[in-house]
């Protein structure tokens, strides 16, 4: 459980975000203490009858982790494959759009447009495409 | 709503619009159906593109919790002339 509530932290640290090596570890913490239990249950039967609460739980955390697994290792490498998309090397396609102002902006005027404290023009431009949609 | 979120976060790069997803299918970059109520939105990519337009450096991610980070970024530009 605490190793799905830390995801929101961890994802700040780039050595942490990348591989949720944390995170994994915690789960499988987890499961170990939750296998350690299970032997035990079953070890002494007559101590751990009527006791409900161990294998919902166990069975909910076990869940938790598959769902984990499932959504980092499968769900977010859901991408297309973008073959057209401009490579090294090529022209980048020229485009107008508007910016927070409502002003159209366009590419060749963000390369060419002198910033104004140096009166030079940018060496180059960052363009970056964000996922997602408000 | 753009404004006020750049605003809010105190960004002062440039922040563009692009309602239609024109730009984002010139670039190839359309995620159909991938939005939170199944919008068509972009994948995740970055271009670092020189003062002659040419693209000198190209980041699609093949996950997208993992993005390029700023050193990255910061580094690929000071190759730049």
Redesign the interface.
Same mark, same amino acid.
């Given at each position: 459980m605490v190793g799905f509530a830390s995801l929101p932290v961890l994802?700040r640290f780039?050595a942490t975000?990348?591989v949720p090596w944390v995170n994994l570890l915690l789960f499988g913490t987890g499961l170990a203490l939750l296998f350690v239990g299970l032997r035990r249950a079953f070890v002494q039967p007559k101590q751990y009858r009527g006791k409900i609460a161990g294998p919902i739980l166990g069975a909910l955390s076990t869940v938790i982790v598959a769902l984990f697994c499932f959504l980092?290792f499968y769900q977010?490498?859901q991408?297309?494959v973008?073959?057209?998309?401009?490579?090294?090397?090529?022209?980048?396609?020229?485009?107008v759009?508007?910016?927070?102002?409502n002003q159209p902006?366009s590419?060749?005027s963000?390369?060419s447009t002198p910033f104004t404290n140096t009166q030079m023009?940018?060496?180059?431009?960052?363009?970056?495409?964000?996922?997602?949609?408000? | 709503?753009?404004?006020d979120?750049?605003r809010k976060a105190g960004y002062t790069f440039?922040?563009?619009?692009?309602p239609k997803a024109?730009? *984002?299918r !010139?670039?190839?970059?359309?995620?159909?159906g991938?939005?939170? +109520?199944g919008?068509d *939105?972009? !994948?995740?990519?970055?271009?670092?593109?020189?003062?002659?337009?040419? *693209? !000198?450096?190209?980041n699609?991610?093949?996950?997208? !919790?993992?993005r390029a980070?700023p050193d990255q970024?910061i580094e690929q530009?000071g190759e730049? +002339?």
């Open positions: 994802a780039p975000r990348d980092v977010t490498r991408l297309p973008s073959t057209g998309a401009p490579k090294v090397g090529e022209k980048a396609p020229e485009f759009l508007s910016d927070t102002r902006v590419l060749s963000l390369l023009p940018p060496k180059g431009v960052v363009l970056v495409f964000y996922r997602g949609y408000w | 709503m753009s404004r979120l750049c440039t922040f563009l619009s692009d024109e730009v *984002i !010139r670039y190839d970059l359309l995620h159909p991938a939005g939170v +109520k919008q *939105i972009a !994948r995740p990519a970055e271009f670092l593109v020189d003062s002659s337009g040419v *693209i !000198r450096w190209a699609l991610t093949e996950d997208y !919790r993992v980070r970024l530009a730049l +002339k």
